[in-house]
């Protein structure tokens, strides 16, 4: 579905902030994108996204196809109309209108009310407390149920690929579960493949059916959940301890 293919970007022209970045998502699987502050993870979303440009960043070797069609040239709007959605790590959500007003922002290119109708269906399914919030305005969420909006305002554009960057930041540590719990319902239920960027590596290998790993730009990693955690320097550096047990937990 989507191939990353030895991207390279620059910001400024001058800071080299991918250098060789590879990745491939299936359909019908969570992807987890794994590594340290700075190495390129939400650069990474952003080249696929299309919104590089706007920060003064442009791709400048490599290639991204999603079903074959190469990206890197279209605006946002046009990537979303292709299927791929994005959550951002700030959510940017307008704070000043209702749950169910910024609900419609995400399903602002569709036009047939019957399927803005089984939008927000959808998406008061698998979130139900924003069904009974939805006339609360978001600015007045707790942290948790602001990232549930922003997932379900995501999944309004009926996304094939849902690109999350972060959702666990700021988060609880039950709050988190509770979302990656529906992050991956939502794979499974509604066949929507996800790229998944996380700072919370034990519970993104928990969920993800593979994981790459980057550094300073670079896909330096890639593997299975079970390959990964026999690795002792991905335990020490990226988990940041050494025994986990069948779960994924610290022993």
Do not use: W
Not at 176 to 198: C, P, R, Y
């Amino acid at each position: 579905m989507l191939q990353v293919q030895d991207l390279k970007c620059t910001y400024s022209n001058v800071i080299r902030a991918l250098n060789g970045v590879s990745i491939t998502v299936n359909e019908g699987e969570i992807i987890g994108l794994l590594g340290p502050n700075g190495a390129g993870k939400t650069t990474t979303l952003r080249c696929v996204m299309g919104e590089v440009g706007f920060l003064n960043g442009k791709i400048v070797d490599g290639e991204i196809r999603f079903d074959g069609k190469k990206l890197g040239t279209d605006a946002p709007f046009e990537v979303t109309q292709l299927g791929i959605s994005l959550v951002p790590e700030d959510r940017k959500l307008f704070i000043d209108m209702t749950v169910e007003e910024n609900l419609l922002m995400g399903a602002y290119g569709i036009r047939d009310k019957n399927r803005v109708r089984r939008g927000y269906e959808k998406v008061y399914a698998y979130f139900p407390v924003l069904g009974d919030l939805r006339h609360r305005l978001a600015g007045y969420l707790s942290g948790g149920e602001q990232q549930m909006l922003a997932i379900a305002r995501a999944l309004m554009a009926n996304p094939r690929l849902l690109l999350l960057d972060e959702p666990s930041t700021g988060l609880a540590p039950k709050v988190t579960a509770t979302i990656f719990g529906i992050i991956k319902k939502i794979m499974e239920e509604d066949k929507v493949s996800i790229l998944l960027v996380e700072q919370n590596a034990v519970m993104t290998l928990k969920i993800s059916n593979s994981c790459y790993i980057l550094e300073n730009g670079r896909t330096v990693l890639h593997g299975t959940r079970d390959q990964l955690m026999q690795d002792t320097k991905i335990k020490d550096i990226y988990l940041g301890v050494r025994s986990y047990n069948e779960e994924g937990h610290c022993d």
